[in-house]
């Protein structure tokens, strides 16, 4: 799935429930490897003024599944027909060497996305690690991740990724009914069984995939089924992504995921959490929030203060200020004529970074939740403020709700990892209050979590 939130930069080691940090490399140092081509020569700049992460799409927009809420499969409109979504092996070399020459190092960040990269082939990855190897300074070492939907990894492709120690984000969408019901092949095919076999293959060969869920509308009705479902696949470090898309009246599909939908689930997945999990499992959100709250500035593009340091390479060359913005206005340039480092630093890229503060509206200013929001991410900055200003983010509501609600225990949280106590207490604590709030609440009393409606019809399915 294309377009989960990505971390701009490294940072210190994290409090508890703070996504981790990530291992040092892939094992991949310079030297060796005997295949290469010529690649595009361009005048290398200086390196870059500060760490960039590539989204790297092998085959563009390709995917052998048809996800019904899919932004990206509608950048092929850009490209004439016939087209072939392949990045060339050429290309592949030039975009290896560009980026390790703009990179700040020691440690490159190569990510790999779609489309579904896979269908890149295995052979394509081989080349890469190879040409990593070859360019690599001295002394380097590269990290390799890819996002994929799991359906193509057989044993072949696990034992590959396990001996080069790339790291896998594998998208599940919750329980099998909930993925099913939008993430199928073309012919109409489920997909959730080929999934779960690929997260149990990739964890018998030593890897532990992120997995990352979209929270669509169906998916928020059982938010903890969703988290659950997950969390007994093995995983530990998991995403939930927000599926927010506009249609032809400028306002949401019906897949999209509404903003008070939004705030009960991440609120009920909060308390699941905190209550059972907590140092065992990572959820991305809560741990970027949890910096906030500590005092550090989120690293998660969507949470950060600004963006532009996550540009997307395209399979033809072609690079964009972000995944969410792959459109001729926000081409950048392309790797066979610009380097990659200068583009990176192009006065339209950093003025597209900056944008997302200065376009704040007054309401997102006067925010007491503005640290760890920043007005979230400028695709969903459509919604209209109090006083009538456009570029609200249409999520606004659903997440004022859930940093109120998560208020106190973050606080705790934040506290807790400055002393290095043991949040096993507080874990006990959040149950028994979870507990006390549904004490004596019948079906057609108030819900607990304020929204003004019956039990019945807001949280009663969430009840411990």
Known sequence: MAGEPVRQAATERPPVGMPPARPPATGIAPGGGDWAVTPVSVPAPSRSREPFVVMAKPVGPICNLACSYCYYLDTRRFYPRPHRFRMTDVLLESYVQQYIEASPGPLVHFVWHGGEPTLAGLGFYRRAVQLQRRHLPEGWTCWNNLQTNGTLLDDDWCAFLAEERFEVGLSVDGTELTHDAFRRYRNGQRTYAQVAAAVDRLRRRGIQPDLLCTVTAIVAQDPLGAYRGLRDLGGTFL???????????????????SPE???????????????????????????EALRAWAGQVPGLCVMAPTCGRVLVLEHDGAVYSCDHFVDPAHRLGDVATVHLGALADAPAQIQFGADKHEHLPAQCRACPWLAACNGGCPKDRFGVTADGDPELNYLCEGLQRFFAYADPVLRRLADLAGSGRDPGPLMAEVRAQTRARWRDIGRNDPCPC??????KRCCWSLRP
């Open 239 to 257: 995403q939930f992504l927000p599926i927010v898309r506009r249609g032809p009246d400028g306002g949401p599909t019906p897949e999209s995921v």
């Open 261 to 287: 939908a939004y705030g009960r689930f991440l609120c009920a997945v909060f308390d699941e959490w905190v209550g059972h999990d907590l140092g065992a499992v990572v959820v991305q959100l809560f741990g």
């Open 450 to 455: 304020g929204s003004g409606r019956k039990a």
